[in-house]
Structure formats: C-alpha cells, structure tokens
C-alpha cells in the first residue's frame, strides 16, 4: 500500500452507515471503486464507471469547479454527493469552501494531505 493512501479515510467511509455517494480528487477516485469489508478489499467494479455511465462533459467538471468557485454546490446537489475525499495539492480551493460551508463537517484529515468530508443534515 502507498505511503499516501489515506487509510483513516478509508476505515471511515468503511464504517459510516450506508454508502455515501463520494466526490474524490483525481488521486482518489480509484479508492471509492472498492468496497472495504472486514475481511479485505473486495472489487466493486473491473473498469472506471465514470467512462462508462458517464457522457464526456461529466469528465470535466472537476477543471470546471476549479475554475468556477460555487459551481460545486450544484454539482454536489445534483448528483447527491454526500462525502468527499480530497487531496489538498488538487483541490484546496473545495476544501476551503467545505470547511467554511455549514453543511459540511470534516471527519478526517492526514498529514500526507488527505481530506474526508461528510454532509451534514439540519435537524428539523
């Protein structure tokens, strides 16, 4: 295992109740393919879903939110994103934003850069 792979991360997403749907930096985005169970990593899928499920422009969201500040909101809303796991160097622009928004708490950080974020729900 690489030295940067954000194990507590991990561990966490493993442990939360249901299955997030998780917005991921580039360097992540094959970690979320996996489901973690207590007896090892077991594949969700053999190929990246993003290419397959996904038409090309969805590809470039990631450029389009580093370019345009807000524009996370609505992609995180419309796709009903719930958890992040971010790397600082890629997105730290989406990390200051998540931290200063309310709705989002963050749940785990590394030295190595690695940010877990979940949503959180207003009680009513």
């Known amino acids: 295992i690489r030295q940067d792979v954000p194990i507590e991360a991990m561990a966490l997403m493993k442990n939360s109740s249901g299955q997030p749907r998780v917005w991921a930096s580039r360097k992540y985005e094959g970690l979320v393919q996996y489901h973690l169970l207590r007896d090892g990593v077991v594949q969700v899928t053999l190929t990246d879903p993003r290419l397959e499920m996904f038409p090309p422009a969805t590809l470039d ?36 934003a998540l931290r200063a928004h309310p709705s ?15 949503k959180v729900e207003a009680a009513p």
Request: avoid cysteine; proline fraction near 2%.
């Open 61 to 96: 969201l990631p450029r389009l939110m580093r370019e345009d500040g807000d524009l996370w909101r609505g992609i995180f809303q419309g796709y009903g994103i719930q958890a992040a796991l971010l790397d600082t160097q890629e997105d730290a622009a989406l990390i200051a």
């Open 104 to 118: 989002w708490q963050l749940a785990h950080s590394t030295e190595g850069g690695a940010h877990y974020f979940v």
